[in-house]
């Protein structure tokens, strides 16, 4: 039986997500999070990694909060850079173990008008999407033969709270709602994105490969999406992003090409809209 260490795996939206399909596909699934220990300190890292053993570990430790990342660059650099780098040089050091390691699309800048693959120049515009590029690059660099980027985006599911829930709470409590209309990128469901990561691991790949739903949506076309799937009379209403000031530049348009992982599934990963029907009516989303 493989065994798979999921970093973060008892909390975070995608670790939850991937605890769960490893486990139904036969992994033996282990858990480590922040609660269990400081992960930044190298000798407990060590330690906890050459006791498990795992054939596996899915690195979903990160710092998530856009704007907060401008406050605390020094911060977002530590878990989304210094911990991959980490993990990346104990394995290697070790000599065993596959790295599965998850980017983003804010490491582009958001100026093509085209679905943008693995080969495309990052261009990011935020502390956030700086720090998650340099933790990539970190992991590709230091353990080439066994670490698996995946880029990802604009994640839902079930378990945690995510975009999706939140629109549909606020809905519950007002008549209408606005989300902007003017940032396009690729929805994608947790669930999913840890089968084919699983899939990946298992198939022994390697490299950077975008990893999202088929399709593409404004943040406004996703609210509307699911509010019209949850029956809910609420009005959404399409502003653009400068009516909706944030701290952190977001990309315009920050679509993932994900031809590759078609090509190694043998199909396209399902549309979103599709994958937000499970969510909603399968996995308890609509309440």
């Known amino acids: 039986m493989a065994k798979a260490l999921v970093l973060g795996g008892a909390t975070g939206l995608l670790g939850q997500a991937l605890v769960r399909v490893l486990a139904a596909r036969g992994w033996q699934v282990t858990t480590l999070g922040r609660g ?45 850079r210094t911990l991959p780098d980490a993990l990346a040089r104990i394995l290697r050091n070790m000599g065993t173990g596959q790295l599965v390691h998850y980017g983003t699309d804010f490491v582009f800048s958001g100026n093509h008008h085209r679905a943008l693959t693995e080969e495309d120049a990052p261009h990011p515009l935020s502390v956030y999407g700086k720090t998650k590029l340099a933790g990539e690059e970190a992991v590709l660099d230091v353990l080439p033969d066994r670490s698996l980027v995946l880029r990802t985006a604009w994640l839902f599911g079930p378990g945690r709270r995510n ?31 840890a089968l084919w990561s699983a899939l990946l691991a298992e198939g022994g790949q390697t490299g950077l490969w975008h990893a999202a739903n088929s399709g593409r949506a404004s943040w406004c076309e996703l609210a509307c999406e699911a509010v019209s799937l949850s029956g809910n009379a609420c009005r959404v209403e399409p502003i653009p992003g400068s009516q909706w000031p944030q701290k952190a530049r977001r990309p315009a348009f920050s679509v993932l090409n994900c031809d590759k992982l078609a090509h190694f599934l043998g199909e396209k990963p399902r549309p979103w809209p599709q994958a937000l029907r499970d969510y909603l009516f399968r996995e308890g989303g609509v309440q």
């Open 36 to 80: 269990d220990g400081n992960l930044l300190d190298m000798n407990f890292l060590q330690e906890r990694l050459e006791h498990i053993e795992a054939d596996a570990i899915f690195n979903t430790v990160a710092w998530t909060q856009v704007d907060d990342a401008e406050d605390h660059p020094e911060d977002a650099m530590l878990i989304n």
């Open 163 to 193: 975009f999706v829930q939140t629109i549909l709470d606020a809905c519950r409590r007002r008549d209408v709602i606005s989300v902007v209309h003017d940032q396009n990128g690729s929805p994608t469901y947790t669930l999913d994105l």
